[in-house]
C-alpha cells in the first residue's frame, strides 16, 4: 500500500520564476491539502482540493494555485517565486466524509530553496 | 483570531516521562490531533481526540479538556529516537486544520 509520495524532493529555483510540485495521495484517499513548512514553525495550510475542485484555501496569495487530477493526484502551482517562498512544501491526504475530521498523511515533502 | 501555543523547546532524560502541554483558541473545534515530525522530515500521525479524557496508545497518551482550551501529549520511557518537534494541531470549523508552531524534544542519555 504505497504511502503519499511528491516529487521533486528538493528544487532550487531563482526568483520570478515558476514552479510545479507534484503528489500523490495514498491508495484510497480522494482528498489531497498542501502545506508551506518554514524551518522552526508549524504547516502553514495552502488549500484543500476535492473532486477536482478547490475547497478551502488558507491565507495565500493568488501566486500559489492548484489542481487536482481525476486519479486524485494534485499539483502546486506557484508564480512570480520571492526570496519568501523558500520552505518544506508538504501535501497530506485524506479520505473525505462529510462532517468527519479524517486523519491526514503526509507525503516526504518538497524542499523549494528560491534565491 | 485563531491561535495554538505550545513550549518551543523542552528537554528530558532517556527512560523518564515527558508532557508536552498545548493550549488553543479557535473558531470552532471538530477535534484536536497530535503529531510528530523528525528534522527534515513530513509529520507523522500520533493521535487524535474529540471528546474530552485521556486516549492511551503505547508509550503515547494524549489528553484534552475541551472547557479549558487544553491538551497534553504524555510520553513514557523516553528513547532517543523520540527526540523530534511535536505538532499539536486543531480541526476548526470549517474542518480546517490549524498548527502550532510544535515542541522541539530533546532526549539525554
Known amino acids: 500500500d504505497a504511502g503519499v509520495t511528491q516529487s521533486p524532493t528538493h528544487l532550487i529555483k531563482t526568483r520570478g520564476q515558476q514552479v510545479t510540485l507534484r503528489c500523490s495521495p495514498k491508495s484510497g484517499h480522494d482528498t489531497v491539502s498542501w502545506y508551506q513548512q518554514a524551518l522552526g514553525q508549524g504547516p502553514q495550510f495552502i488549500f484543500q482540493?476535492?473532486?477536482?475542485?478547490?475547497?478551502q484555501r488558507g491565507n495565500f496569495p493568488d501566486r500559489f494555485s492548484g489542481h487536482q487530477f481525476p486519479n486524485y493526484s494534485s499539483e502546486l502551482n506557484v508564480n512570480a517565486l520571492l526570496l519568501g517562498d523558500s520552505a518544506l512544501y508538504l501535501c497530506?491526504?485524506?479520505?473525505?466524509?462529510?462532517?468527519?475530521?479524517?486523519?491526514?498523511?503526509f507525503g516526504p515533502g518538497t524542499r523549494l530553496t528560491v534565491l | 483570531g485563531q491561535n495554538i501555543d505550545q513550549p518551543t523547546e523542552m528537554t528530558a532524560t532517556e527512560g523518564a516521562i515527558v508532557q508536552i502541554n498545548c493550549t488553543y483558541q479557535t473558531s470552532g473545534f471538530n477535534g484536536l490531533f497530535w503529531y510528530q515530525q523528525h528534522a527534515g522530515e513530513a509529520p507523522t500521525f500520533l493521535s487524535y481526540n474529540v471528546l474530552d479524557g485521556l486516549e492511551e496508545k503505547g508509550r503515547f497518551s494524549s489528553f484534552l479538556s475541551r472547557s479549558k482550551g487544553y491538551s497534553y501529549l504524555l510520553l513514557k520511557e523516553l528513547q532517543m529516537k523520540d527526540s523530534a518537534s511535536y505538532l499539536c494541531?486543531?480541526?476548526?470549523?470549517?474542518?480546517?486544520?490549524?498548527w502550532g508552531a510544535g515542541t522541539k524534544l530533546i532526549i539525554k542519555p
Open positions: 497530506a491526504s485524506s479520505l473525505r466524509t462529510s462532517g468527519s475530521a479524517d486523519t491526514q498523511y
Open positions: 482540493y476535492y473532486e477536482e475542485e478547490e475547497r
Open positions: 494541531a486543531v480541526l476548526d470549523s470549517n474542518y480546517q486544520l490549524i
